[in-house]
């Protein structure tokens, strides 16, 4: 987790808009990773897909021009 967390934190050194091409490259590369591990990884990914929309929802989209009731 350190790892993850230190490589994080230099990428977010380098300046520029936040996730950087260096970031989702290195979130991308340890995601394949992780999976490539873990038994039944295709349910794995399809439980991950569906906590991400949960999630999404959850959250305010920062792209949306006005925040619900406003």
Do not use: C, T, Y
Not at 34 to 47: F, T
């Amino acid at each position: 987790m350190h790892v993850v967390d230190g490589a994080l934190s230099a990428s977010e050194r380098a300046g520029g808009p936040l996730p950087n091409a260096d970031q989702i490259a290195l979130l991308r590369e340890i995601a394949k990773r992780a999976l490539w591990h873990i038994p039944n990884s295709a349910d794995e990914v399809r439980k991950l897909v569906r906590h991400v929309d949960i999630e999404n929802l959850r959250q305010a989209n920062s792209f949306d021009d006005d925040p619900p009731g406003g």
